[in-house]
């Protein structure tokens, strides 16, 4: 176990709330360490702590306690979950076109108003994983699939998601003057040649080509 576990896993069988000297000396490891690794558990809400002693100079000593819920730290295995659901939609006749939909509000919720709508699609997928790459005008190289053996396994599903999310981005209102009205997502290819797959963006007569990521 990492540390922040061990921490968590020793404030889930304390009997009272424990200091960072205490806990220190459960783990083996120096206050420093500990104390930052106690911070993080704190923004992640796995823990709380409270003030201890009477007052005096300088910060108070805080003890520390964990929540009675479920542990936020451990790994987790979001490529089980595609999967599952991906085959759950893959025996539904109406599961493209559903996931679709879904993929359409994933794409509008993670859009930048603010942004230009081709600048913004490029942003979603770098951060989505899909590793972007323009390749020639108004194709975008996706180098990467986030969910590849879902995909591999039920492409109509999993790529109809990723459409969506193509089209929800294009498709998201937008401040600025550029707008995102008339964008469409021609066409999404996948796995090119075995190991890349492409989209095709369709782009109104004024607007230049995309810029690079």
């Known amino acids: 176990m990492t540390l922040r576990q061990d921490l968590l896993a020793v404030l889930q069988d304390a009997e009272e709330p424990l200091t960072v000297d205490r806990l220190a000396a459960a783990t083996g490891r120096p206050a420093t360490t500990v104390r930052f690794h106690l911070d993080r558990l704190l923004r992640d809400d796995a823990i709380v702590a409270a ?3 009477g ?5 108070p000593r ?4 964990a929540h009675g819920r479920m542990d936020p730290t451990g790994a987790r295995d979001f490529d089980l979950l595609a999967q599952a659901l991906a085959a759950a939609l893959a025996d539904d006749p ?3 076109r559903k996931a679709t939909a879904a993929g359409a509000v994933l ?10 709508p081709l600048d913004d699609l490029l942003d979603v997928l770098m951060e989505a994983g899909f590793s972007p790459a323009v390749s020639g005008g108004d194709r975008i190289r996706l180098r990467r699939c986030p969910f590849l053996e879902a995909a591999r396994a039920h492409p109509a599903v999993t790529c109809a998601v990723h459409r969506g999310l193509m089209q929800g981005v294009l498709d998201a209102p937008r401040t600025g003057t550029t707008g995102g009205a008339g964008w469409q997502l021609a066409a999404l290819e996948a ?10 963006v369709r782009r109104p007569a004024h607007r230049a080509e995309l810029r690079a990521p």
């Not at 007052?55 to 910060?59: D, F, I, Q, S, T």
């Not at 805080?62 to 306690?65: I, K, S, V």
Request: with cysteine.
């Open 62 to 65: 805080l003890a520390y306690t």
């Open 107 to 116: 794409g509008a919720d993670r859009a930048d108003p603010a942004a230009d």
């Open 191 to 200: 796995f090119v040649d075995g190991d890349h797959c492409v989209a095709r």
């Open 55 to 59: 007052p005096g100079p300088g910060r």
């Open 51 to 53: 003030p201890v002693g």
């Open 94 to 96: 109406d599961g493209p």
